[in-house]
T-cell receptor, first 114, second 111 residues
Protein backbone atom coordinates (compact mmCIF):
# COMPACT_ATOMS: atom_id res chain seq x y z
CA UNK A 1 0.00 0.00 0.00
CA UNK A 2 1.95 3.00 -1.29
CA UNK A 3 1.83 6.35 0.42
CA UNK A 4 3.22 8.82 2.90
CA UNK A 5 3.14 8.20 6.63
CA UNK A 6 3.66 10.75 9.36
CA UNK A 7 4.11 10.09 13.05
CA UNK A 8 3.01 10.82 15.61
CA UNK A 9 -0.48 12.08 14.79
CA UNK A 10 -0.49 14.31 17.87
CA UNK A 11 2.58 15.69 19.64
CA UNK A 12 2.85 17.79 22.77
CA UNK A 13 5.97 19.77 23.57
CA UNK A 14 7.06 21.71 26.58
CA UNK A 15 8.67 25.09 26.12
CA UNK A 16 12.40 24.78 25.46
CA UNK A 17 12.24 21.23 24.08
CA UNK A 18 13.23 20.06 20.63
CA UNK A 19 10.90 17.56 18.97
CA UNK A 20 11.22 15.54 15.77
CA UNK A 21 8.38 14.77 13.40
CA UNK A 22 8.70 11.70 11.22
CA UNK A 23 7.84 11.47 7.51
CA UNK A 24 8.30 8.29 5.47
CA UNK A 25 7.27 7.56 1.87
CA UNK A 26 7.34 4.35 -0.14
CA UNK A 27 6.45 5.98 -3.47
CA UNK A 28 10.09 6.11 -4.60
CA UNK A 29 9.75 9.89 -4.95
CA UNK A 30 12.87 12.01 -5.19
CA UNK A 31 11.46 15.25 -3.76
CA UNK A 32 10.05 15.71 -0.26
CA UNK A 33 8.60 18.76 1.46
CA UNK A 34 7.52 20.04 4.87
CA UNK A 35 4.67 22.55 5.22
CA UNK A 36 3.09 24.26 8.15
CA UNK A 37 -0.66 25.05 8.29
CA UNK A 38 -2.17 27.57 10.69
CA UNK A 39 -5.89 28.37 11.08
CA UNK A 40 -7.04 30.87 8.48
CA UNK A 41 -3.77 30.71 6.57
CA UNK A 42 -2.63 28.74 3.58
CA UNK A 43 0.14 26.19 3.73
CA UNK A 44 3.64 27.62 4.07
CA UNK A 45 6.79 25.82 2.96
CA UNK A 46 9.37 25.12 5.68
CA UNK A 47 12.02 22.98 3.94
CA UNK A 48 12.26 20.83 0.85
CA UNK A 49 14.66 18.25 -0.50
CA UNK A 50 15.07 17.23 -4.12
CA UNK A 51 17.68 14.52 -3.56
CA UNK A 52 19.28 12.55 -0.77
CA UNK A 53 21.80 14.51 1.34
CA UNK A 54 20.56 17.84 -0.02
CA UNK A 55 17.82 20.19 1.17
CA UNK A 56 16.79 23.83 0.79
CA UNK A 57 15.11 26.37 3.06
CA UNK A 58 11.57 27.32 2.26
CA UNK A 59 9.75 30.49 3.24
CA UNK A 60 9.67 29.94 7.02
CA UNK A 61 12.74 27.82 7.89
CA UNK A 62 13.80 29.69 11.03
CA UNK A 63 13.61 27.47 14.13
CA UNK A 64 13.41 24.25 12.10
CA UNK A 65 15.96 21.73 10.86
CA UNK A 66 15.80 18.70 8.57
CA UNK A 67 17.92 15.84 7.30
CA UNK A 68 17.67 13.59 4.24
CA UNK A 69 19.92 10.60 4.79
CA UNK A 70 17.59 8.17 3.01
CA UNK A 71 15.38 8.66 -0.03
CA UNK A 72 12.27 7.50 1.81
CA UNK A 73 12.72 9.57 4.98
CA UNK A 74 12.65 13.33 5.67
CA UNK A 75 12.37 14.07 9.42
CA UNK A 76 11.66 17.60 10.67
CA UNK A 77 13.01 18.87 13.98
CA UNK A 78 11.20 21.76 15.64
CA UNK A 79 13.77 23.46 17.84
CA UNK A 80 13.33 25.64 20.89
CA UNK A 81 14.23 28.60 18.66
CA UNK A 82 10.86 28.35 16.89
CA UNK A 83 8.81 31.03 18.62
CA UNK A 84 5.32 29.77 17.81
CA UNK A 85 5.48 26.08 16.91
CA UNK A 86 1.86 25.14 17.62
CA UNK A 87 0.48 24.20 14.19
CA UNK A 88 -0.49 21.37 11.87
CA UNK A 89 2.56 20.00 10.00
CA UNK A 90 2.21 18.32 6.64
CA UNK A 91 4.79 16.32 4.72
CA UNK A 92 4.57 15.84 0.97
CA UNK A 93 6.49 14.18 -1.84
CA UNK A 94 6.64 14.28 -5.63
CA UNK A 95 8.34 12.34 -8.37
CA UNK A 96 11.35 13.82 -10.08
CA UNK A 97 14.04 16.10 -8.76
CA UNK A 98 12.73 19.30 -10.29
CA UNK A 99 9.59 19.05 -8.20
CA UNK A 100 7.26 19.92 -11.04
CA UNK A 101 5.09 16.87 -10.71
CA UNK A 102 1.96 16.26 -8.67
CA UNK A 103 2.51 16.51 -4.93
CA UNK A 104 1.07 13.95 -2.55
CA UNK A 105 0.55 14.62 1.13
CA UNK A 106 0.72 12.66 4.35
CA UNK A 107 -1.98 12.72 7.06
CA UNK A 108 -0.23 15.39 9.15
CA UNK A 109 1.06 15.84 12.70
CA UNK A 110 -0.59 18.29 15.07
CA UNK A 111 1.99 19.85 17.39
CA UNK A 112 0.91 21.66 20.53
CA UNK A 113 3.22 23.55 22.86
CA UNK A 114 2.17 23.31 26.50
CA UNK B 1 5.68 37.59 -5.84
CA UNK B 2 3.02 35.02 -6.71
CA UNK B 3 -0.20 35.31 -4.73
CA UNK B 4 -3.12 32.89 -4.87
CA UNK B 5 -6.62 33.90 -3.85
CA UNK B 6 -9.71 31.75 -3.42
CA UNK B 7 -13.16 33.25 -3.28
CA UNK B 8 -15.47 32.68 -1.51
CA UNK B 9 -13.87 31.58 1.75
CA UNK B 10 -16.98 29.56 2.59
CA UNK B 11 -19.91 28.22 0.61
CA UNK B 12 -23.07 26.37 1.62
CA UNK B 13 -25.30 24.68 -0.97
CA UNK B 14 -28.17 22.17 -0.98
CA UNK B 15 -27.47 18.64 -2.10
CA UNK B 16 -27.67 18.08 -5.85
CA UNK B 17 -26.60 21.57 -6.84
CA UNK B 18 -23.81 22.16 -9.35
CA UNK B 19 -21.19 24.57 -8.04
CA UNK B 20 -18.03 26.41 -9.01
CA UNK B 21 -15.05 27.23 -6.82
CA UNK B 22 -12.73 30.00 -7.94
CA UNK B 23 -8.97 30.41 -7.75
CA UNK B 24 -6.97 33.38 -9.05
CA UNK B 25 -3.23 33.96 -9.22
CA UNK B 26 -1.20 37.08 -9.89
CA UNK B 27 1.68 35.74 -12.01
CA UNK B 28 0.72 33.80 -15.13
CA UNK B 29 4.19 32.21 -15.40
CA UNK B 30 3.14 28.98 -13.74
CA UNK B 31 4.22 25.42 -14.41
CA UNK B 32 0.99 23.75 -13.31
CA UNK B 33 -1.97 24.14 -10.98
CA UNK B 34 -3.22 21.55 -8.52
CA UNK B 35 -6.56 21.28 -6.70
CA UNK B 36 -6.70 19.54 -3.32
CA UNK B 37 -9.37 18.50 -0.88
CA UNK B 38 -8.81 18.63 2.90
CA UNK B 39 -11.14 17.12 5.48
CA UNK B 40 -10.99 18.52 9.04
CA UNK B 41 -7.82 17.44 10.84
CA UNK B 42 -6.57 15.46 7.84
CA UNK B 43 -3.93 15.79 5.17
CA UNK B 44 -4.50 16.99 1.61
CA UNK B 45 -5.88 14.74 -1.10
CA UNK B 46 -4.89 15.61 -4.65
CA UNK B 47 -7.95 15.98 -6.89
CA UNK B 48 -6.70 17.29 -10.22
CA UNK B 49 -3.47 18.55 -11.74
CA UNK B 50 -3.55 20.85 -14.77
CA UNK B 51 -0.32 21.47 -16.65
CA UNK B 52 0.25 25.00 -17.96
CA UNK B 53 -0.31 23.82 -21.53
CA UNK B 54 -3.73 22.33 -20.69
CA UNK B 55 -7.11 24.04 -20.49
CA UNK B 56 -8.97 21.53 -18.33
CA UNK B 57 -8.92 18.21 -16.53
CA UNK B 58 -11.81 15.98 -15.51
CA UNK B 59 -12.18 13.31 -12.87
CA UNK B 60 -15.64 11.90 -12.24
CA UNK B 61 -17.94 14.74 -11.12
CA UNK B 62 -15.03 17.19 -10.96
CA UNK B 63 -13.83 19.42 -13.76
CA UNK B 64 -11.02 21.93 -13.39
CA UNK B 65 -10.24 24.63 -15.92
CA UNK B 66 -7.21 26.84 -16.33
CA UNK B 67 -6.91 30.22 -18.04
CA UNK B 68 -3.28 31.27 -17.61
CA UNK B 69 -3.62 34.58 -19.41
CA UNK B 70 -6.28 35.82 -17.00
CA UNK B 71 -4.74 34.12 -13.98
CA UNK B 72 -7.80 32.02 -13.15
CA UNK B 73 -8.82 28.47 -12.47
CA UNK B 74 -12.21 27.04 -11.57
CA UNK B 75 -13.22 23.75 -9.99
CA UNK B 76 -16.67 22.62 -11.09
CA UNK B 77 -18.45 20.04 -8.93
CA UNK B 78 -21.49 18.45 -10.51
CA UNK B 79 -24.46 17.11 -8.55
CA UNK B 80 -22.95 17.91 -5.15
CA UNK B 81 -23.31 15.41 -2.29
CA UNK B 82 -22.93 15.79 1.50
CA UNK B 83 -19.72 13.76 1.21
CA UNK B 84 -18.24 16.60 -0.86
CA UNK B 85 -18.21 18.80 2.25
CA UNK B 86 -14.57 19.75 2.87
CA UNK B 87 -12.07 22.54 2.31
CA UNK B 88 -10.84 22.85 -1.26
CA UNK B 89 -7.38 24.30 -1.86
CA UNK B 90 -5.77 25.37 -5.09
CA UNK B 91 -2.02 25.70 -5.48
CA UNK B 92 0.14 26.94 -8.34
CA UNK B 93 3.59 25.60 -9.13
CA UNK B 94 5.93 28.47 -9.86
CA UNK B 95 8.97 28.13 -12.10
CA UNK B 96 11.08 27.68 -8.93
CA UNK B 97 9.27 24.42 -8.32
CA UNK B 98 7.50 25.67 -5.19
CA UNK B 99 3.76 25.25 -4.63
CA UNK B 100 1.99 28.46 -3.63
CA UNK B 101 -1.33 27.82 -1.90
CA UNK B 102 -4.54 29.76 -1.62
CA UNK B 103 -6.32 29.88 1.72
CA UNK B 104 -9.08 27.55 0.59
CA UNK B 105 -12.85 27.48 0.20
CA UNK B 106 -14.78 25.58 2.85
CA UNK B 107 -17.76 23.85 1.25
CA UNK B 108 -20.80 22.56 3.09
CA UNK B 109 -23.34 20.50 1.16
CA UNK B 110 -26.61 20.20 3.07
CA UNK B 111 -28.72 17.06 2.70
Amino acid sequence: DGGITQSPKYLFRKEGQNVTLSCEQNLNHDAMYWYRQDPGQGLRLIYYSQIVNDFQKGDIAEGYSVSREKKESFPLTVTSAQKNPTAFYLCASSQGRAGYNEQFFGPGTRLTVL
Amino acid sequence: KQEVTQIPAALSVPEGENLVLNCSFTDSAIYNLQWFRQDPGKGLTSLLLIQSSQREQTSGRLNASLDKSSGRSTLYIAASQPGDSATYLCAVKSNTGKLIFGQGTTLQVKP
